[in-house]
């Protein structure tokens, strides 16, 4: 099993190291969901959230998990306009070093921006999601909730749709389905499919009936405008119908295929609230409920080490 000191992606770990975080956060969602609590365990540490990056569940779901385990948590967001140099970033480096924090949990919109702290801090460094590169806590609380679901997490057809070239989910889900042996298909139109995406384990589509075919999960992903250079898709109306998820796309996968969203969500743009929010086929909200038990496996992995 890897060792690993910071979690910047899933690139870098491997199989025993992703199923090792993975029983630890199981282990969470039990003691969670007993209102049970393990305070002692991070006491005395501090946990600085430094989001430069808008966000509700990752960062509540960090602060959560913190709090759970005893650690002292502080929140800074910092605008996106005021902090854009990377001499800045490496100041508030400095200036976090200074303070003693012991683990620093980082968005930034710079793809590399939280391995680039970790050089210059003596905290573990986890990554909450950098630019379009990886976004790890997220493809692990994927992939507990597949493998609660579904019993197993590999030998799995996931159908990955839509906003494909400005998301570091679908880049971590790749990396982290494909490793475990599952067969990962990304589906959406030529203009939001970043050059270089396929690999072993992984194939191209342009069309949902195509790509949703016998898949066992359907994962929709937001339409990241904020990261779109304009012109990419006609119209939200276009969008909708041809990747939207909606009730007769999703017939196209498997009859008991599950719907995920890793929010937020564009009702009526990548998914129908239909779809979204049909208990039978939706795990969107048990995603959340993950997010916090795979934060907190990650926290106690990194947080009860000294350096
Ligand atoms: C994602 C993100 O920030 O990358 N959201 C999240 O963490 N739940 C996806 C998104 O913003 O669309």
Redesign the pocket.
């Known amino acids: 099993m890897t060792e690993f000191r910071h979690l910047l992606g899933i690139e870098g770990l491997d199989p025993p190291a992703v199923t090792a975080l993975l029983d630890l956060a199981e282990s969470y969602v039990l003691l969670n969901r007993s209102g049970k609590t393990q305070r002692d365990l991070l006491r005395g540490r501090t946990l600085i959230n430094l989001f430069f990056?808008d966000?509700?569940?990752?960062r509540t779901s960090f602060e959560l998990a913190g709090k759970r385990l005893g650690a002292d948590v502080i929140n800074m967001s910092v605008s996106t306009s005021s902090v854009t140099k990377g001499e800045t970033l490496l100041d508030t480096a400095a200036t976090l070093n200074a303070m003693n924090c012991d683990l620093l949990v980082v968005?930034h919109n710079r793809s590399g921006a939280p391995a680039l702290l970790a050089q210059k801090v003596d905290a573990a460094v986890i990554n909450?999601?950098d630019g379009t590169h990886e976004?790890p806590t997220?493809a692990l609380l994927d992939a507990l909730t597949i493998r609660r679901r579904k019993g197993r997490i590999s030998g799995l057809t996931v159908a990955i749709c839509g906003?494909i070239a400005h998301?570091?989910?679908a880049r971590s889900n790749i990396l982290l389905l494909t490793m475990l042996g599952n067969f990962v298909r990304v589906v959406g139109p030529p203009t939001l499919m970043p050059a270089g995406i396929e690999a072993p384990g992984v194939e191209v589509y342009h069309d949902m009936a195509l790509g949703l075919a016998g898949a066992d999960i359907v994962m929709a992903?937001?339409l990241?405008k904020e990261r779109m250079t304009g012109g990419m898709i006609p119209s939200t109306r276009e969008f909708f119908n041809f990747y939207g998820l909606d009730r007769a796309k999703l017939g196209f996968a498997k009859p008991d295929a599950l719907v995920m969203h890793?929010?937020?969500m564009n009702r009526g743009v990548e998914i129908d609230s239909d779809v979204a929010d049909d208990p039978l086929r939706s795990v969107i909200r048990e995603q959340v409920e993950m997010?916090v038990a795979v934060r907190m496996a990650v926290l106690d992995r990194l947080g009860r080490r000294k350096f």
């Open positions: 990056e966000s509700t569940r990752t968005r909450a999601g976004h997220q906003d998301s570091r989910v992903l937001r990241q890793p929010g937020p997010g």
